[in-house]
Structure formats: structure tokens, C-alpha cells
């Protein structure tokens, strides 16, 4: 570029015949001339301008760079139309080799981005009246759906007087569901010893990682049913065997688990709304007992009444002794039956939903008749009722857990209906069990901790914390001695937790006070 | 005899569609207010509505607030003049708006007749209510999905009306709210008959 206007001062000075003004500006006078005219102009009055067509062009528009670009030309002394200003810069340098005369733009104290936005508001606004319908329509379309109505049409309405703001120093309380901070343990030190770890970890490969099914199911024999997908699996804690009891064919896989209370019976319920019973011992179907018309999710015994609770809501007791099976129709849920319990003494049923319902129905043991009316309908939880327990050794107490919106383990005296202590775990709650040894409950729970809590009966404060899983915990389940607690996570992981192993010292008195008991009892007759 | 029996049996007049409207935004709002964690939980009691329990505030202030708001609304709710209720929550110190319920209203002529100068819908009630309850249900869930509304905020309501609408001297206009950056989710409707309400809650992304 330089040598070309180099070229061309050369050209003018050979030529002789013209009269010497014509010719080159003489150095000095260029220099003075130079900065004022063509440098200062250009950066001070048509600074904006000149960033404008700079940006414009990077940007790839390809309106704006013409019209910047005469300006900008209009703009540069006509005194030297060769030069454009894109040369300038460059030339600059090589001219002032040397010395204080030199112009050094400050840029930093000017505002290109400033200038670019103020040139282009302008166009911008005209361009607006320059759209063509199609682009109309659609910029009104976009108000619309923004607004969700036609704004210009519609006022906008607040009433004058505000709604108070929250008391000073408010924290908002859900930050708990949020965070990984641990919850404060009771102050009163436990004197017994609860490790920590898990005793042993199991693989569960393709668990269902689905927080309405029940999937696991110790029984009084010392098995341990576990679905896995579409089979299950028998695992004898004793020995360590595992055997396939069954695998399902097709899209079809196992929703629910429950042994009966013998222990070689094991229900089994379908995501095709099947229930199936199984004799664990010989490892082969007894019934097929159909009824529902979507998944079942729960599945509870009382002696020959299997109850299944499904994903339509309705439960239904079958008499599996019975050619007709099918012996009451409970439909007073309106979505998934995801909890189900019979209590210890048969003389009810616990049933909670996703339609965060909890039901209490009235059972006569050995009696094939059944109320379709809940005896209690219990709505105090705000999210979906899975964790169900009852009280071991008081059996009309029932403890119930809460979904991810509720959090809450309340208690319920189901000879009265009404709930009589709640607390809130700061978590979902997926399963609880009674110890009746250490008078304790142990709840599981999801996120944040994925963690299992051991509370205190009936103070609920809380014993221990186990940690462990890295996903929720899906499913609790107690082995036959009372001492053991199996979790199901979504980690796809069994933990075996001995929280519950009775200290041998007290065992020892137990095992004193009970032959003395009876002698006096021999007394006495 | 029998006839018009069960024909008043059926039928849902204007008052009574409206009534059940504002019904659910009082309840949709305190179950908001309460499950967002903007009020503390303490100043909150259960009450028994459309079959679920739901956690309604007990400070004088936001009742008298909601009750003047919704009276208002019953009003042009009959004349329809309302096409949308936004809930917006703002952050208290900044101003910033965190999250919108938009409670939209569109009014149905199907299936509506004109009985004795009343409109009236065929809808049987405890269809609505059920309705209702499983929107209401849907509000408490949303605690699992939406972001911690960290800071201290603060609602109000916006009410969107027909420009012909007479306007009482304690209201006032304002401007729409939006939220930068937001994620939209449409909840449940339900319907009167005679008015059908969608419920949408828009939140920040982060």
C-alpha cells in the first residue's frame, strides 16, 4: 500500500512540464497539514463512523459497510482523495520516524461499543418500519406468546396496597432440600455402638430405579427376594446361594415383591397388572391371579388374603384358596397405589397413593368380608405415601413417610385416626421399619444424603445417620432375627447394615429374667 | 318433575363457576406461597379443601391482600373481563423476578345455556373439584424441579384485563414481568364449563 502512493508522489514530481504547486506538498507543510485534516477528523468527529464500519464489516452486514464507508470518505479531506482512511494508520509510523509531533490516539477513553450501539439504534428503528408482513406477524406472534396475550389490548392490573414482606432475617427453610449439609444429631450420645459401614454390599444389576415399586422382600425362612428388571432372584442370607426364581418374557417386568408371612410363598406382581404366586421351595408357579388392568406396585398379606394395590388405584384382596379369587374392590384412590401394609394382627389395612392419600381400611381376620369404605382417610401428607409401618408391638400404630414435596414421617393411632407426632427429615422418604429390640425406627431416604436414619421411639431423636448409598434409597427391608437392615439404592447396590445387633450383655439379662418369671408363674398356680 | 330435578342437579351457574375459580387461585396461591418457602412455614395452618390438606396463611396482612384481590377479580371474572392472574415473586433486595405463575382464564360458550337471564354450564361438580384437586396436587409437587428461591422475596399479583374494564381507585397499572433466561411448564387444567384455567409457571434457569 505504501509503496503505491510512494509511486504516485514519485509520478507527480517527474512530471516537469506542470507548475511546481502541483506537485508534491513539501514535507514539512504535509505534516502540518496531515494530522489537523486528516487524522484528527477522522478520529474525533467521525470517530463513531469509523467504528461503525469497522465492527459493521467484522460482523459481516453487508448494508452497513457502504455507507459508513462514503461517509467515512466525505469525511477525509478531499485534499488527498487517494488516501483512504484504512491507509492512514499504517502510514503514520513511517512518516514520524522520530520526535514529539507525533498524534497517538488514546482509544482506550473512547467509546467504540458506546458509538456502535448509538449508530445502530438509529437504523435499527428504521428498520422496524421497513418490515415486510410475514416479519410483522411473526414479531407479533413473539409478543404474544411472550405475554401470553395480545399486550396492547390488555391491561395490566395491581392492586395498590402490597402483601407484606417476609419477617426481617427470614431464611428460606427449603434450602435443606437443596444442599448437602447434614442435619444437627441429638445431643444425648448413644451408649451402643452402630457401625458406620455396611456389613456387606451386594450388586443389584438393573434395578428399577422407580420409587412406586417395592422390589425387595426378606422372609421368615431367611430369604431375601430381589427384582431385578424382569427376573427375580432368591438370595439365602444363610448360605450365600442366589437362584433365579423367575424371568418374565417380552417388555414386562417385576413391580412388586412380598413373601407370606410362612415364608415359601412369595407374591409376585407384573407391570402388566398380573399377580403371580410363587412356592420358593420348588421353584415353580402355583397361581396366576389377573384383576388389574395396569402395573402393581404393592403387594401385602394377611395370612390367605393377598392384597395388590396397582397403578389405577384400586386394591384388591384376593382369597388365593378361592377359584374366585377376587374378593373386595377398594377404589378410593384416584392414582398409583405405591404403599401397602397389613398390620400385625390383620385387623387393618394401611394403603398410601400418589394422590397423597393415606387409607386406613378395616379387616376381620379370617373373615373373607371386606368394607369398600376406608375406615380413616388421612390426607395431612403433601406428596406421595410409600413408607409404611407398622408398630410391632403396638399394633395400631402406624408410621407413614412422605415423597420428595412432604418429607415428613408422621404417626398414626389408628384406633382413633388421628396422627399424633410428625417430623420432618429434611428428605423423601422411601422406606421405614420398626426395631422392636431397640424400641427405634430407620427410615430411607433420597437425596441429598441418600442417607438411612435410625430415631428413637417415640422422642424421634435422632440415633445415628448411615451413609453410603450414591443413589437414593429405593426399599428397606429387615432380615428375621431383627438385627439386619437391607437397603435397595438406585446405585443399584444392596447394603446390609447390622445396626440393630443387641448387646451381648443385655441379652444375657433377658435370658436371666425370663426363666424367673416363669417359675413364679408355676408359683403362683 | 323429575326432569328439572336433575337438570339443577347438573348445572353450574356464572356465580358459582366463578366462586370455584377464585376458590382455587386462593388455595393455588397459599399452597404456592407455602411450598416456595417465600413465608415461614410456621405462619401457615392445614385446611381441608377439595379433599387435600392445604397449608393456608394465617397472617391478617396476605389474607386481607388476597381477599381484596380476589373479590375484585369474582367481579370481572362475571363480566369477563380478565384474560390471565400472574403470581410474580420478585427477590426483595434487587427487584429481580424470579418466577411466574400465570393462572390464564378463557371463557367457553360450548355447552352453555341461558336459563332465567343465567348463564349456565352442564359440568357436574364433583368432576370440577376433583379437577381442581389434581392441579392443586401438581402445585405441591413442583417443589422437587424448581430452583431454591434463595434470597428473600416477595409477591405480587398482576391481573390482566379487557381495556373497557372500569378500574376502582385502588389499582393501579403496571408493567409486564419477565423473566430472563426462563423455563416454561404447563401444569393441569381444569374447567368449569363455563371458564377453563390453565395454570403455567415460568422460572429462572440458571
Redo the contacts between chains.
Keep these: 500500500m505504501a509503496q503505491f502512493s510512494f509511486l504516485n508522489d514519485l509520478n507527480s514530481a517527474v512530471r516537469m512540464d506542470e507548475p511546481i504547486t502541483k506537485g508534491p506538498v513539501p514535507r514539512w507543510q504535509k505534516k502540518t497539514l496531515e494530522p489537523s485534516g486528516g487524522i484528527n477528523s477522522s478520529l474525533n468527529l467521525s470517530k463513531g463512523k469509523i467504528s461503525a464500519s469497522f465492527n459493521a464489516s467484522s460482523s459481516g452486514m453487508p448494508k452497513t459497510p457502504k455507507q459508513s464507508d462514503a461517509m467515512a470518505m466525505k469525511k477525509t479531506p478531499s485534499k488527498t482523495p487517494k488516501k483512504s482512511p484504512g491507509k492512514t494508520p499504517s502510514r503514520t509510523p513511517t512518516r514520524t520516524p522520530s520526535g514529539g509531533d507525533r498524534f497517538i490516539p488514546s482509544r482506550t477513553g473512547t467509546n467504540f461499543e458506546l458509538g456502535h450501539y448509538k449508530l445502530n439504534q438509529q437504523e435499527n428503528e428504521r428498520e422496524d418500519d421497513g418490515l415486510s408482513p410475514a416479519q410483522k406477524d411473526n414479531r407479533q406472534a413473539m409478543k404474544e406468546t ?4 395480545d ?1 396492547s ?15 426481617e432475617g ?1 431464611v ?4 435443606v ?2 444442599s448437602q449439609s447434614k442435619t444437627p444429631m441429638s445431643a444425648k450420645a448413644t451408649s451402643r455402638y452402630i457401625p458406620h459401614a455396611p456389613d456387606r454390599i451386594l450388586d443389584a444389576p438393573e434395578i428399577v430405579d422407580d420409587y412406586y415399586l417395592n422390589l425387595i422382600d426378606w422372609s421368615s425362612t431367611n430369604i431375601l427376594a430381589v427384582a431385578l428388571g424382569n427376573s427375580v432372584y432368591l438370595w439365602n442370607a444363610a448360605t450365600g446361594n442366589i437362584d433365579q426364581l423367575l424371568e418374565l418374557e417380552g417388555q414386562d417386568y417385576v413391580s412388586s415383591l412380598n413373601w407370606i408371612q410362612e415364608g415359601n410363598l412369595l407374591a409376585v406382581g407384573t407391570s402388566l397388572g398380573c399377580v403371580q404366586l410363587w412356592d420358593a421351595t420348588q421353584n415353580k408357579r402355583l397361581r396366576l391371579m389377573d384383576g388389574h388392568s395396569q402395573r402393581v406396585a404393592s403387594l401385602s398379606w394377611n395370612t390367605f388374603i393377598l392384597s395388590s394395590g396397582s397403578r389405577t388405584g384400586q386394591i384388591i384382596h384376593h382369597d388365593v384358596r378361592q377359584r374366585e379369587h377376587q374378593v373386595a374392590l377398594l377404589s378410593s384412590h ?1 392414582q398409583e397405589v405405591c404403599g401397602l401394609k397389613w398390620s400385625p394382627d390383620g385387623k387393618y389395612l394401611a394403603s398410601g397413593g400418589n ?2 392419600m393415606l387409607y386406613i381400611w378395616s379387616g376381620i381376620p379370617g373373615q373373607a368380608s371386606y368394607q369398600t369404605t376406608p375406615l380413616y382417610s388421612l ?2 401428607h ?2 406421595a405415601v410409600k413408607a409404611l409401618a407398622w408398630c410391632p408391638w403396638a399394633p395400631h400404630i402406624l408410621a407413614s413417610g412422605g ?3 412432604d418429607r415428613h414421617i408422621r404417626f398414626w393411632n389408628c384406633n382413633i385416626g388421628s396422627c399424633f407426632n410428625s417430623i420432618d427429615t429434611k428428605s423423601q422418604v422411601c422406606g421405614i421399619l420398626w426395631s422392636s429390640a431397640f424400641k427405634e425406627i430407620i427410615s430411607g431416604h433420597g437425596f441429598a444424603n441418600n442417607q438411612l436414619i435410625i430415631w428413637k421411639y417415640p422422642s424421634m431423636a435422632k440415633v445415628a445417620e448411615l451413609t453410603g448409598h450414591t443413589a437414593r434409597v429405593l426399599h428397606l427391608a429387615m432380615s428375621p432375627d431383627n438385627t439386619t437392615v437391607l437397603s435397595a439404592g438406585a446405585d443399584e447396590t444392596l447394603r446390609l447394615w447390622k445396626c440393630f445387633v443387641p448387646d451381648p450383655l443385655k441379652k444375657k439379662e433377658v435370658k436371666d429374667s425370663a426363666p424367673i418369671h416363669s417359675i413364679l408363674k408355676q408359683s403362683i398356680r | 318433575m323429575t326432569a328439572v330435578q336433575q337438570q339443577t342437579r347438573n348445572a353450574i351457574t356464572l356465580k358459582g363457576s366463578a366462586k370455584l375459580v377464585t376458590d382455587y387461585l386462593n388455595y393455588g396461591i397459599n399452597s404456592i406461597l407455602f411450598q416456595r418457602g417465600i413465608y415461614p412455614p410456621e405462619s401457615f395452618k392445614a385446611e381441608e379443601h377439595f379433599g387435600l390438606s392445604i397449608l393456608v396463611s394465617t397472617d391478617e396482612k396476605i389474607n386481607e391482600f388476597l381477599q381484596s384481590v380476589l373479590t375484585q377479580m369474582k367481579d370481572w371474572l362475571m363480566q369477563e373481563k380478565i384474560q390471565k392472574l400472574s403470581l410474580v415473586v420478585t427477590n426483595t433486595s434487587t427487584k429481580e423476578v424470579l418466577e411466574r405463575w400465570d393462572f390464564r382464564l378463557e371463557y367457553e360458550k360450548e355447552n352453555v345455556k341461558e336459563e332465567n337471564g343465567e348463564l349456565v354450564g352442564n359440568k357436574e361438580l364433583t368432576v370440577i373439584q376433583k379437577e381442581i384437586k389434581d392441579v392443586l396436587r401438581q402445585i405441591c409437587s413442583t417443589v422437587s424441579f424448581l430452583p431454591l428461591l434463595d434470597a428473600p422475596c416477595e409477591f405480587d399479583l398482576h391481573i390482566y384485563t379487557k381495556p373497557d374494564c372500569e378500574v376502582p381507585a385502588e389499582w393501579n397499572e403496571t408493567g409486564p414481568c419477565f423473566i430472563a433466561n426462563s423455563q416454561e411448564l404447563q401444569l393441569r387444567s381444569f374447567s368449569t364449563s363455563l371458564h377453563k384455567m390453565n395454570t403455567v409457571v415460568s422460572y429462572k434457569t440458571e
Design positions: 411472550l405475554h401470553g396475550c399486550i389490548q390488555t391491561r395490566i392490573l395491581a392492586f395498590q396496597k402490597k402483601a407484606p414482606a417476609p419477617p427470614y428460606n427453610p427449603l434450602k432440600l437443596y384416584t394422590d397423597n390426607s395431612a403433601q406428596a415423597g420428595t414435596a
